[in-house]
């Protein structure tokens, strides 16, 4: 259990170092989207990579 200092501590690191992104997806029409989502046990990493090998295709 974390005491309020931890919380403070780790709330003030993420509003200084850290940014949250939130998609919702439609279960009918994102339907192949959700079920390989599901199958991942890493569901931020394989996005990050996904957009990352986008940047070096792209050279953005």
Do not use: P
């Not at 939130?22 to 991942?40: F, P, Q, S």
């Amino acid at each position: 259990m974390s005491t309020e200092a931890q919380k403070k501590a780790s709330n003030k690191y993420n509003k200084e170092n850290t940014v949250q992104y939130c998609i919702r997806l439609n279960k009918k029409t994102d339907a192949e989207v959700i079920e390989v989502l599901d199958r991942c046990t890493n569901k931020a990493g394989y996005i990050k990579r996904l957009i990352i090998n986008d940047i070096l295709q792209n050279n953005y």
